[in-house]
C-alpha cells in the first residue's frame, strides 16, 4: 500500500512539472521580447526554477535519489540548451544567487568544523588531502598530456606549452564541492567520522586547489612567454587568503553581536550578510568561500551561538533550490555532445585517483575500515569552483581556453548528476544517515566507527 501510494504522489509531482513546463512555455511565447531581459523575466524564472525544483526535488527522493540531483535536473531540462524554458538573459540575472548561496553553504560548512569533534580525525583530513586531493591534480595532468591526441587545443602545442596548460587542467579538473557535500550531509542527516572526514577534507582541498591553480597557472604563463611575477602573485594570494580569514573574522563578530542582542529574524539578517560578503568580497577580491566559512567556525567554536546560527540558515532552503537549479540550466549540453568522450574519460580518471588516493590516506592515518571506505565519496562531487577557476583559465590562456574550458564543463557537468548520487549511497552504507531517510535501514556504523565517535579527545 506504502509503494502505490508512494507512485501516486510521485505520479502527480510529474504531472504537476509538465503542467508548470507548459504554462511557462506559454508566457515565454506570447510575452513580449523585452520581458526576457528585465526585472519581470528574472522574477518569472525565478520563481519557476524554485517551483520546479521543489517539485523536481520532491519526486527523485520518491525513487531514492538525491533531492539535489533533482534540482539539478530540472534547471537541466528548463536550461537554453533543452526546452529553453529559461532563457540566457535569465539565466544571466540569476547568477546573483550563486553567491549569495556559496556564501549561506560555506557558512554552514564553518559551523559543522567544530574544532572538538574534529579533533580525532586531522590524521585523515591531513593525509587524505595530500594523498587523495593533490595525488589527482598530478594524474589528471599526465592524463590531460597523454589525451593530446584526442584534444584539439593542446595538439598543435609545443611539449612545453602542452605540459604547462595540462598541468593547470589538472588542478581545475581535481576541484571539489562543499556545497553539495553540506547539502547531501543536510538532506540524510548523516553524523559520523565519514561525513565529517569528507566535510573537513574538501574545506580543505578547496585552499589547495584555489593556491595551486595561482601557482601553477603564473608559471604556465612563461611557456607562453609571459613572465612569471612571483612578488605578485605571492601578494595576491596573501590578500585573497590571509584577508579572507580576517575579513570573515569580522563577518563572525558581527553575527555573534546580532544573536547575542536581537531574539528574532536571524534567518533574513544571515541572507543579508552573505549577499553582501559575496557582492562585496567579490569586488575586494576576497573569496566569500572563505571569508563565510572563517565566519561560521568563528561563531560556532568561539560562542555558544552555532545552533541558533544553524537554524536561520535552515531557513534558506529557496536559496538552495535556485542555486542548484541555475547550476543545472548552466551545464553547456553542447560542449559535453561535442567533447563527451574524453570529458568521461577524465571523470573516470578523477574517480578512480580521489578514491584510490582517499582510501590510500586514511589507511596512512590509521583511520578506521568505515573511513577508508566511503570518505573518498565525498570528494566526487563538482560545482562552482571548478567552473569558476574554467572562467578563469579561459580569461588566462585565451589561445586555449574557450576548448578546454569547455573540457572542463563537460567534466563538471557529468560530475554534477552522477556524484551525488555516489556520495549519497556512502552514507547510507556507512550507516551515518539517519534512519528517516532509509528504505530499507541501512546497517548500523561498524565498532571502529561507533569507538571513534565515541572516544575523547585526544591530549594536546
Not at 595538439?155 to 605540459?163: K, N
Not at 596573501?238 to 563572525?252: D, H, I, K, N, R
Not at 575586494?284 to 537554524?311: C, F, K, W
Request: net charge neutral; charged share 15%.
Amino acid at each position: 500500500m506504502a509503494g502505490a501510494e508512494g507512485f501516486g504522489v510521485a505520479l502527480v509531482q510529474l504531472v504537476l512539472l509538465v503542467v508548470l513546463g507548459g504554462l511557462m512555455h506559454a508566457v515565454r511565447l506570447f510575452a513580449p521580447d523585452p520581458l526576457e531581459a528585465g526585472p519581470t523575466g528574472t522574477a518569472l524564472a525565478l520563481g519557476y526554477l524554485l517551483l520546479s525544483g521543489l517539485l523536481a526535488g520532491h519526486l527523485f527522493k520518491q525513487l531514492n535519489l538525491p533531492r539535489l540531483t533533482g534540482y539539478l535536473a530540472a534547471g537541466l531540462v528548463a536550461g537554453p540548451e533543452v526546452l529553453d524554458l529559461v532563457s540566457p538573459a535569465m539565466l544571466e540575472n540569476l547568477r546573483i544567487a550563486n553567491g549569495l548561496a556559496i556564501a549561506l553553504i560555506a557558512l554552514t560548512a564553518g559551523t559543522e568544523l567544530e574544532v572538538r569533534k574534529l579533533r580525532a580525525l586531522y590524521r585523515s583530513i591531513f593525509w587524505i588531502s595530500v594523498v587523495g586531493v593533490l595525488g589527482t591534480m598530478v594524474l589528471l595532468g599526465v592524463a590531460t598530456y597523454f589525451a593530446r591526441p584526442l584534444l584539439p587545443f593542446l595538439a598543435s602545442r609545443s611539449d612545453l606549452q602542452a605540459l604547462a596548460l595540462s598541468a593547470v587542467l589538472g588542478v581545475t579538473m581535481a576541484a571539489q564541492s562543499p556545497a553539495v557535500v553540506v547539502a547531501l550531509r543536510n538532506e540524510t542527516g548523516a553524523d559520523g567520522p565519514v561525513a565529517r572526514t569528507a566535510l573537513g577534507v574538501v574545506v580543505v582541498a578547496d585552499l589547495m586547489v584555489i593556491i595551486a591553480f595561482a601557482v601553477v597557472s603564473s608559471l604556465a604563463k612563461t611557456a607562453f612567454g609571459a613572465g612569471t611575477e612571483a612578488m605578485d602573485t605571492l601578494r595576491t594570494l596573501a590578500w585573497e587568503l590571509g584577508g579572507s580569514v580576517v575579513a570573515g573574522g569580522a563577518v563572525g563578530l558581527i553575527l555573534v553581536v546580532f544573536l547575542r542582542k536581537i531574539e528574532r529574524g536571524v534567518a533574513l539578517f544571515v541572507v543579508v550578510v552573505c549577499f553582501v560578503v559575496a557582492e562585496v568580497g567579490q569586488r575586494l577580491h576576497l573569496d566569500p568561500l572563505i571569508v563565510s566559512l572563517a565566519a561560521g567556525a568563528l561563531v560556532e567554536n568561539g560562542t555558544r551561538y552555532g545552533e541558533r546560527l544553524r537554524h536561520g540558515i535552515d531557513a534558506s532552503l529557496p536559496v538552495y533550490i535556485v542555486f542548484f537549479a541555475v547550476a543545472g540550466a548552466s551545464v553547456h549540453v553542447q560542449a559535453l555532445r561535442a567533447i563527451g568522450i574524453p570529458a568521461a574519460g577524465f571523470v573516470i580518471v578523477r574517480a578512480v585517483g580521489l578514491l584510490t588516493g582517499a582510501r590510500l590516506g586514511a589507511a596512512f592515518a590509521g583511520a578506521p575500515e568505515v573511513v577508508k571506505r566511503f570518505a573518498g565519496y565525498g570528494l566526487l562531487p563538482q560545482a562552482g569552483l571548478a567552473l569558476a577557476l574554467a572562467l578563469l583559465f579561459q580569461r588566462t590562456f585565451p589561445v586555449a581556453g574557450a576548448e578546454a574550458a569547455a573540457l572542463v564543463f563537460s567534466v563538471v557537468a557529468i560530475n554534477e548528476l552522477v556524484a551525488p548520487i555516489a556520495y549519497r549511497w556512502a552514507l547510507i552504507s556507512s550507516g551515518e544517515a539517519a534512519r528517516t531517510t532509509l528504505s530499507p535501514p541501512a546497517p548500523p556504523p561498524s565498532e571502529a566507527s561507533r569507538g571513534l565517535l565515541e572516544a575523547p579527545d585526544e591530549p594536546g
